[in-house]
């Protein structure tokens, strides 16, 4: 199995910045596809962004495009959410999430709800005023 851990989170004011990190440890293997997903209060959890392995393609969610990028910690085995500009409605809880598989190059990943192999417990961020 794979285990993930994602630190980093916390409060922060509007349009500030934090980075989470999330750290895959166990059976990783090469090929597979990392990425982050985030759920509010009341909302279904919803994807951010993903990235895959070995040839780090990335994909974004349309509202993450802009001001949301997810870099490469100094690992393989480690994905970073840098989160600029910060607004309340990025409250959220923010998972990652881990997908076994092989993406070809220029191919992205797609990690969804249903087939994810393993999720993070998850890390708080709030965005006040």
């Known amino acids: 199995p794979v285990q993930l851990v994602e630190s980093g989170g916390g409060s922060v004011q509007v349009g500030g910045s934090l980075t989470l990190s999330c750290l895959a440890s166990g059976e990783i293997r090469t090929l597979h596809c990392m990425g982050w997903f985030r759920q509010a209060p009341g909302k279904e959890r919803e994807k951010i962004a993903n990235?895959?392995?070995?040839?780090?393609?990335?994909d974004y969610a349309d509202s993450a495009k802009g001001r949301f990028t997810i870099p490469r910690g100094n690992t393989k085995s480690t994905l970073l959410l840098r989160m600029n500009n910060l607004r309340p409605e990025d409250t959220a809880m923010y998972y990652c999430a881990f997908r076994r598989g092989y993406w070809a190059p220029g191919m992205p990943c797609r990690i969804m709800e249903e087939n994810a192999d393993a999720w993070g417990q998850g890390t708080q961020v709030t965005v006040s005023s």
């Open positions: 990235m895959s392995s070995p040839y780090d393609e990335t």
